[in-house]
């Protein structure tokens, strides 16, 4: 695999919302190949399986080429170097994003020297959108459709 042709995007899309896939698909004019990479146990409290998110995953990304899903149980930095990739993707919304995502590529580059990450601004329109915020909503039983794709509203309903 080509180091700089691939990146990682990594998170728990808990469910995957449309800025995540507007970032993917801004990470695809950059980059050959995205693995969307998922860690098996996280510090986060999960509304979906790990099964369900997945099935998202691919309902959201299906007509997207080069896309992979991945799962890993390390450190982002260990999987991207087993897999032979030195750029992960993190999109940023506001300040305190990019405060929180500078911390872990700091991090990231204190156990890796070569991962490289590329911070990608959101759109104004998904400035808002985070898998919190929709699982609120769909906890509270308020609109969260607008927020996700259409292919997988049908998916969320059923689980809820």
């Known amino acids: 695999m080509d180091k700089r042709k691939t990146a990682i995007f990594a998170g728990t899309f808990d469910p995957i919302t449309k800025g995540h896939i507007d970032i993917i698909k801004r990470g695809l004019k950059i980059y050959d190949k995205i693995i969307i990479a998922i860690p098996v146990s996280s510090h986060k409290r999960n509304m979906f399986t790990l099964e ?3 099935g998202f995953i691919e309902k959201s990304t299906q007509k997207l080429k080069n ?24 999109g940023i919304r506001d300040p305190k994003d990019f405060e929180y995502e500078q911390k872990l590529d700091y991090a990231n580059k204190s156990l890796l020297k070569d991962i490289e990450t ?10 808002f959108v985070s898998s919190s915020l929709v699982r609120e909503l769909i906890q509270f039983k ?12 049908k998916e969320i309903n059923k689980l809820i």
């Open 52 to 54: 369900d998110r997945i």
């Open 118 to 127: 590329v911070f990608l601004i959101s759109k104004p329109k998904h400035i």
């Open 67 to 90: 896309v992979e899903i991945r799962i890993f149980n390390n450190l982002l930095v260990e999987f991207a170097q087993e897999n032979n990739i030195s750029n992960i993707i993190r």
């Open 142 to 153: 308020g609109k969260f459709e607008h927020l996700v794709s259409k292919r997988i509203i």
